[in-house]
């Protein structure tokens, strides 16, 4: 124990280390600030200087940018699409430009109002984040981080401010897709996966072509000439070859199709040697289609001359086929009983390379071409709808696509491990708590066991998953209260959402103590340091009581101000917030200004002498949460009359000094380790015990136990 001289000496010490570190980092307030930035001259920075941007406006607020008379590109703030509140409660405001194909060009930070970053991250390492979205496309699936995905993009993250950077992307690329579905960049597709189909190549009976049309086998497009001139009404070619009133019921055209490489349509149309040719011909992934038809032409005669089929085309999906004079083949005659005679019979492959899938419903395009004079043209289209019948195929069930995520959603599924492995700690120190009279009876197992738990709690809560609470949430926590409150802001952080809920039941049920001792990573590696320290014989140091209760006061003052603090600006609270170095150790791992890390080390180094120093003096989280202290439910801590008088065993080695002289144990400073109550239950160190023990053995010649005792 050290002299109350020395006692003053090391707290002189103690708090010009704290004025030499925030006289270091309060000049640099200027860094904490983040003022908007102007998006015009950005966007003058990203495209050429010869172009033109058009003012902001649209139902979707957009900037149109032009170069020589042609759309180049858009841009656009992601808070007028789609705000959502990042870790502070506020949106990040973006600019984003993409060009006129959908591809990102750039994505630039306007405003944002993130602690970890203000007062944490440098801006530079946000620039390197949203620099990754150029050269994308706004079609990309996108994700931060994570596991490798296929048909996924991962950008990289930003350590200490995951869910602000997960945030972020998910402004930019839902706001990219709602514009760029708006001016018909992309189309809303469903996403739905089908597997390509495989055609059964043992289904055959011999059909005339009455079977074949009749079943769907073979479909019609059949137009006629008044359906014809209605398509080119209001256009320069209405008057061209168009048909008189008895002509209106004419046929124009009627085109015969199918997919030929079908064994019971192949066959039947082309014969069996015919088939064989054409299977042969096929490549794997090819497929074949023919064509019947009278009247106008479907082939044309633009073929001859640029060797493209002009007037078809094969629609599937996004996917628009067409075919040149390589695909063609013409067919001299089919032998299927009681068809009619065609002018044109001809087939058409499908390469591989167009994906074609014969299980997907596809449509036949003839375009209808009317000359408004030498070179200048019209033409229109009409479709006629295929569906492959089910016994020709093995068509696989189509792949939902999951429904798409919320951003908490996508959260808590990315860290479903993390979440996993922290409900089950819980439920571990839940038993430990509940069985802490059974446990404590077993010394060498319960330090054996806590400190395993304190390990833990630094590796795998602190610096693995960054689980360190911090008064900033505190404060976060009562403005959202006051205002419009949300739970969302507070579920974007599984780890920490899941220990503040263990926070309160714990304050609720025991106090501040099982927090602060148990799952604290930063109180947990000063406990860790000192019994290293301890372990090697390093002298330990110990304020005298009166000057240490006294000193228990400093913290609560500390949160009073950052208290008053954080109503005028939370940033600015949180750049005094650190007096606590939970940012510095866990969430950026000493990667940050020197003086920043001199302070979390001069609070770790202190623990070889003497146990959590911060903690009991300066902790601001573990003041907020000792107010809770009032509500506790259960006082499982046991004590005796002769605690205090004339025992003083439990107080001399309280090393947290929580035990009053007269044996009271102050549960607002208290951590729950259970030191304590080892001492309490062993016969062998417990003066009581013992006394009562050689009581017990002389007169009755039995030893006593300390569930007698109790």
């Known amino acids: 124990m050290v002299t109350l001289r020395h006692a003053k000496y090391l707290l002189a010490q103690l708090f010009i280390a704290c004025l030499l570190t925030f006289a270091v980092s309060t000049p640099s307030y200027a860094v904490f600030v983040s003022p908007p930035k102007e998006p015009l001259p950005l966007i003058q920075k990203i495209f050429p200087k010869t172009a033109i941007i058009k003012d902001k406006s649209g139902e979707i607020l957009h900037w149109v940018v032009e170069d020589n008379g042609e759309i180049i590109g858009y841009a656009f703030e992601t808070n007028d699409i789609n705000k959502i509140p990042a870790y ?162 004419d046929m124009f055209t009627q085109i015969f199709f199918a997919q030929a490489n079908l064994p019971n349509i192949g066959k ?9 040719w054409l299977m042969s011909m096929l490549q794997p992934g090819e497929h074949a289609i023919i064509l019947l038809g009278n009247g106008y032409s479907f082939k044309g005669s633009g073929y ?108 808590w599924f990315e860290k479903n491990v993390e979440v996993i492995a922290l409900m089950i700690l819980m439920l571990i120190l839940l038993a430990t708590l509940f069985f802490q009279d059974i446990l404590v009876r077993h010394p060498t197992f319960m330090h054996n066991f806590r400190h395993g738990f304190l390990v833990v709690t630094v590796v795998f809560i602190g610096w693995s998953w960054g689980g360190q609470l911090s008064v900033v949430n505190v404060f976060t926590f009562l403005q959202a209260f006051m205002s419009d409150f949300s739970w969302d802001l507070f579920l974007l952080d599984p780890v ?65 101000g950052l208290f008053g603090l954080s109503f005028d600006s939370l940033a600015l609270a949180e750049q005094f917030a650190e007096i606590e170095p939970f940012k510095t150790t866990f969430l950026l791992k ?59 065993t439990c107080a001399k080695e309280c090393e947290i000094q929580a035990i009053h002289p007269d044996g009271h144990i102050n549960m607002r400073e208290c951590h729950y380790c259970l030191d304590c109550q080892v001492t309490y239950f062993n016969e062998q160190k417990c003066p009581p015990l013992k006394k009562m023990a050689r009581k017990k053995q002389k007169d009755f010649g039995k030893p006593i136990t300390a569930v007698e005792v109790s």
């Open 88 to 249: 502070s409660g506020e949106p990040v405001n973006m600019l984003v430009a993409i060009d006129k194909d959908g591809n990102y060009l750039a994505t630039k930070v306007l405003e944002h109002h993130e602690p970890i970053i203000l007062a944490g991250i440098p801006e530079s390492k946000l620039h390197a984040f949203v620099d990754q979205y150029s050269g994308l496309k706004v079609s990309d699936r996108l994700k931060v981080g994570g596991n490798q995905t296929e048909n996924m993009i991962h950008l990289d993250g930003l350590s200490g401010a995951t869910v602000t950077v997960m945030v972020m992307n998910v402004a930019i690329t839902r706001s990219a897709t709602k514009l760029a579905r708006h001016l018909g960049i992309i189309s809303a597709s469903s996403q739905v996966i089908v597997p390509m189909a495989t055609i059964l190549g043992d289904v055959y009976q011999q059909s005339d072509w009455q079977t074949l049309v009749g079943d769907g086998s073979l479909r019609s497009l059949y137009l006629d000439r008044a359906t014809v001139d209605k398509a080119f009404i209001g256009t320069e070619a209405e008057h061209i070859d168009e048909a008189s009133a008895e002509q209106k019921d």
């Open 590 to 648: 000493f990667d940050r200004e020197l003086p920043f890390i001199l302070w979390a080390l001069f609070l770790l180094l202190v623990n070889v002498f003497s146990r959590k120093m911060f903690c009991r003096y300066l902790c601001p989280l573990g003041a907020a949460l000792s107010t809770g202290n009032s509500l506790r439910l259960f006082d499982w801590l046991k004590r005796r009359k002769e605690c205090g008088q004339p025992c003083k």
């Open 304 to 411: 001859v001359r640029g060797g493209i089929f002009d007037r078809i085309q094969i629609l599937q999906n996004d996917n628009a086929i067409s075919f040149r004079d390589l695909d063609h083949h013409r067919i001299s005659d089919i032998y299927i009983a009681g068809a009619p005679q065609f002018k044109e019979m001809d087939l058409f492959i499908i390469r591989e390379h167009f994906e074609f899938n014969p299980g997907v419903d596809w449509q036949l395009e003839l375009l209808v071409r009317r000359q408004l004079g030498a070179i200048d043209s019209l033409f229109t289209s009409f479709k006629g709808d295929y569906h492959t019948l089910d016994q020709y195929i093995d068509r696989p069930p189509v792949i939902e696509p999951e429904p798409e995520r919320t951003l908490i959603e996508q959260v």
């Open 496 to 560: 920490i959402f899941i220990l503040w809920c263990a926070a309160a039941v714990t304050v609720l049920l025991w106090g501040r103590a099982v927090y602060c001792g148990w799952l604290c990573p930063f109180g947990a590696l000063q406990e860790l340091i000192n019994v290293c320290a301890r372990y090697f014989k390093v002298p330990q140091y110990e304020l005298p009581f009166a000057v240490h209760e006294r000193l228990w006061a400093i913290k609560y003052l500390i949160l009073l």
């Open 268 to 276: 039947n149309l082309l014969g069996e040697s015919e088939y064989a």
